[in-house]
């Protein structure tokens, strides 16, 4: 091959056509950001993201979490209290996680939360952020409502499907 069809790395990022080559293929992929470092030289390519600066997730409302991965059936004991609580909680609106992160309360350390036990919260209200890669995904509520229940600690790991929020429905 020759310099023109790979540009060594002390030239690479200076070739104006290897950076667009670059561009094109995050543009043209699902990742959101590139970073090549080759011989103490370093580019980073970040994609635009719309309006927000950090992506949207809206999740569904009532979803049911799932099992994590190897877990038994529940005994005959948990079914009873399980069913209990589901008739307790079966008029609140159960927010799952949608993806495998780190929940936030708040939109930065030391910031006021997006919201807090008993407050009010609108249809599309952040709800909190869920850290997954370093991407900040903002959680949109999917009801309006009161918020009766934050189920998981700030800075708490969380899996797909875990329980966030309960919120009371309006009307």
């Known amino acids: 091959m020759t310099k023109e069809q790979t540009p060594q790395a002390k030239d690479a990022f200076t070739d104006v056509r290897y950076l667009k080559k670059l561009i094109k293929v995050v543009e043209d992929s699902e990742i959101s950001e590139?970073?090549?470092?080759e011989q103490g030289n370093r580019v980073k390519i970040v994609k635009n993201l719309p309006a927000h600066s950090t992506p949207v997730v809206h999740i569904p409302a009532h979803?049911?979490?799932?099992?994590?991965?190897g877990a038994s059936e529940p005994s005959a004991g948990g079914e009873a209290a399980g069913a209990a609580a589901k008739q307790e909680d079966s008029n609140l609106a159960e927010v799952?996680?949608?993806?495998?992160g780190t929940f936030y309360?708040?939109?930065?350390?030391g910031a006021k939360p997006f919201v807090e036990v008993g407050e009010r919260v609108k249809l599309g209200q952040t709800l909190c952020i869920l850290e997954a890669m370093k991407l900040m995904n903002e959680?949109?509520?999917?009801?309006?409502g009161v918020v009766r229940e934050i189920c998981v600690d700030n800075a708490q790991p969380v899996e797909f499907g875990t329980r966030l929020f309960l919120i009371e429905p309006e009307g």
Do not use: Y
């Open 139 to 144: 959680l949109e509520s999917e009801v309006a």
């Open 34 to 37: 590139l970073e090549i470092e």
């Open 105 to 109: 309360r708040a939109p930065s350390p």
């Open 96 to 100: 799952t996680s949608p993806m495998v």
């Open 63 to 69: 979803g049911a979490p799932l099992p994590p991965a």
